[in-house]
């Protein structure tokens, strides 16, 4: 694509975004916990949007670690007492989630419901918007997901491993720098479902003010069974940063896009 002629870049989140982890993430996180604890407690959804909420959370094997430590803590057993091993949390998280054979990808995450349309990126391809996706889920992970599943080729991806989690935005800079091959300015779009990626276009609006940054929020499924819940969760998104609250990605249109870059 001629990058004089581009009108916009996309960057997506893809855990609840792209794909609904309800069933999957976030089941692996309450398993965890629950191992952990030795089955003392297992934490429900609210309890992991109550911690997603404070915006530093978005690896979930750290997590899983910070809420069994919060239970211990709730009992009066110190961490230094507890002193978990971190390396065994990953290892029984991966175990559900990747699966016993992760290189067949045959844990929960088999089972993710998808959120969006290959011909959605189609759409935006063909109306001059480039678009790539920051993600903090492993890269064999990611790829799973936009190439496998939605049969995108070589999309530009910068997943756990390559950058710092969020809410530093080195890793969206990364993935703008990819697609912008001609140096500019062109209004970038961040779209995620959680507080912490909400942080991140502050953050990066802070850093490189000469671009416009437009923070989009989207409601994860589990969220979307309760008129209240989703009212208070897109409250928290909106508090975070976000210029808008969408209940899935593709009603982020051509339209919607138009109207939501700043006239300069």
């Known amino acids: 694509m001629n990058q004089d002629q581009l009108t916009a870049i996309v960057i997506f989140d893809i855990d609840g975004v792209i794909r609904d982890v309800g069933n999957s993430y976030r089941k692996a996180i309450a398993d965890t916990v629950e191992e952990f604890t030795g089955g003392a407690w297992r934490p429900t959804m609210e309890d992991l949007d109550n911690l997603k909420s404070e915006g530093v959370w978005n690896n979930d094997w750290e997590a899983s670690q910070e809420l069994t430590y919060r239970y211990f803590e709730s009992i009066d057993r110190t961490r230094e007492q507890v002193s978990l091993d971190y390396d065994r949390i990953v290892d029984f998280f991966?175990?559900?989630?990747?699966?016993?054979?992760?290189?067949?990808?045959?844990?929960?995450?088999?089972?993710?419901?998808?959120?969006?349309?290959?011909?959605?990126f189609e759409q935006l391809a063909a109306n001059k918007i480039e678009y790539g996706f920051f993600s903090g889920a492993t890269r064999g992970s990611a790829e799973f997901v936009i190439k496998h599943r939605l049969k995108l080729e070589d999309p530009v991806l910068v997943a756990m491993e390559d950058a710092p989690s969020k809410p530093d935005p080195t890793g969206m800079f990364d993935a703008l720098s990819q697609l912008e091959t001609t140096p500019g300015n062109v209004p970038a779009f961040y779209l995620g479902d959680t507080v912490a990626d909400m942080y991140t276009v502050v953050k990066a609006k802070e850093l490189k003010s000469e671009r416009n940054w437009i923070g989009v929020g989207i409601l994860p499924p589990h969220v979307q069974t309760s008129e209240?819940?989703?009212?208070?969760?897109?409250?928290?998104?909106?508090?975070?940063?976000?210029?808008?609250?969408?209940?899935?990605?593709?009603?982020?249109d051509l339209q919607l896009i138009n109207e939501l870059i700043p006239i300069s």
Do not use: C, M
């Not at 009212?231 to 009603?251: F, P, R, T």
């Open 94 to 120: 991966q175990e559900r989630y990747r699966g016993k054979h992760p290189e067949l990808f045959d844990g929960y995450i088999a089972d993710e419901p998808l959120l969006v349309s290959s011909s959605y």
């Open 228 to 252: 209240t819940r989703q009212a208070d969760y897109a409250q928290k998104l909106l508090s975070a940063g976000a210029e808008i609250v969408l209940s899935n990605v593709e009603k982020l």
